[in-house]
């Protein structure tokens, strides 16, 4: 009887440790998350550090904040908004991203366990709603948790229950500190004999030259020396614009490259 008494207090210390491990990766779990959410709201201005690498697709940034300050594991990515008529239309977005992928490690076992229930609450004071994601056959074993609001991501949990891992974005509403959005002036619009497409170049710069000047220098940039080109000037428009306005009675289609007068 002593023996089995002193196996269950021994137990109980064990299990009690547990538990307040657990409470502890709890709540640096907690303060860790709110920090990098409360950031995203800034752009990340304290998260984002050094360019890491750079594409006309996306910009990828190291982390200098992290939860559980495991920030070897963690990054953010800009992805650069894409807009043209070969392939569907990418947006602009801002997300910090971790992985957790040592199936040995406790953040690990945490984020298996115990992240989704505190994503949870933090959604529901934040009154975000929670959307389970539907999985393609070849990731049927990833459970993919979204966190929406006002119809957008704003933060989304990943986990892998049989190849244990697990990973989570937070996305922010800014952009980077370091990324340029250039001035348009306005688009060339481009047409070519009977006119029944139109080719629209955006044109970016500090300030309005001349019409003429910029269409010759469109026409120039882009090889449009064929006496069968045709060229307007539609000062402000973008290729959004004019595909709205001018979709539905031709094929209106983005230009490979924009002008910049910078």
């Known amino acids: 009887m002593k023996k089995l008494i ?38 990340f201005s304290k998260t984002t550090g050094d360019l890491q690498e750079e594409n006309r697709y996306e910009k990828i940034y190291k982390a200098r904040m992290s939860v559980f300050n495991q920030t070897d594991d963690a990054k953010l990515n800009y992805q650069v908004p894409q807009n043209n008529t070969y392939t569907a239309s990418v947006p602009e977005r801002f997300w910090f991203f971790q992985s957790f992928t040592d199936s040995k490690a406790a953040s690990t076992r945490f984020m298996l366990d115990s992240a989704e229930y505190i994503f949870d609450e933090i959604a529901k004071s934040a009154k975000l709603k929670k959307e389970k994601r539907k999985m393609s056959k070849e990731d049927r074993d990833f459970k993919a948790f979204e966190y929406m609001g006002n119809g957008k991501v ?8 049989v190849t244990e891992v697990a990973s989570f974005r937070i996305y922010s509403p800014r952009r980077p500190g370091d990324v340029f959005i250039p001035n348009l002036l306005g688009s060339v619009a481009v047409f ?59 094929n209106v289609q983005q230009a490979h490259n924009s002008y910049s007068m910078y």
């Open 6 to 43: 002193t196996l269950s207090f021994l137990t109980l210390i064990i299990l009690s440790r547990m538990a307040a491990a657990q409470q502890v990766n709890s709540q640096q779990f907690s303060t860790d998350l709110l920090a990098l959410i409360n950031d995203a709201k800034t752009g």
């Open 192 to 250: 070519y004999s009977n006119m029944n497409s139109m080719t629209v170049v955006e044109v970016y710069g500090e300030k309005f030259t001349s019409k003429e000047a910029i269409i010759e220098a469109v026409r120039q940039q882009n090889g449009y020396t064929d006496s069968y080109y045709k060229f307007e000037w539609h000062p402000g428009a973008s290729y959004k614009s004019l595909n709205a306005a001018y979709g539905k009675q031709m």
């Open 154 to 161: 704003v933060f989304k949990l990943t986990v892998n229950p």
